[in-house]
Nanobody, 113 residues
Framework: EVQLVESGGGLVQPGGSLRLSCAASGFTFSSSAMSWVRQAPGKGLEWVSSIYSYSSNTYYADSVKGRFTISTDNAKNTLYLQMNSLKSEDTAVYYC??????WGQGTQVTVSS
């Protein structure tokens, strides 16, 4: 069974940092394209970033470029999102997703003073 489990969310002050993790199982992680997608309160889904594990090519939304870094540890079957210089508008539920439409349950990130 394909599973994605996010962790690492929480409450952080503006300007702070968080690292999200997504533990993957049930598929060949090193051959997959993985993404982070978020949903802010009352808003639709927003794509944040993607990585192709087999090539390490990375892609970012303009809203997070230069502040967020996506990465993988293929030995641990884990996807990461390092988030720096966080802003209030980054407040959202963050989901990791696998190509083919499999999603995790999400982790809440709240940026507030």
């Amino acid at each position: 069974e394909v599973q994605l489990v996010e962790s690492g969310g929480g409450l952080v002050q503006p300007g702070g940092s968080l690292r999200l993790s997504c533990a993957a199982s049930g598929f060949t992680f090193s051959s997959s394209a993985m993404s982070w997608v978020r949903q802010a309160p009352g808003k639709g889904l927003e794509w944040v970033s993607s990585i192709y594990s087999y090539s390490s090519n990375t892609y970012y939304a303009d809203s997070v470029k230069g502040r967020f870094t996506i990465s993988t540890d293929n030995a641990k079957n884990t996807l990461y999102l390092q988030m720096n210089s966080l802003k209030s508008e980054d407040t959202a539920v963050y989901y990791c997703a696998k190509d083919g439409g499999v999603w995790g349950q999400g982790t809440q990130v709240t940026v507030s003073s």
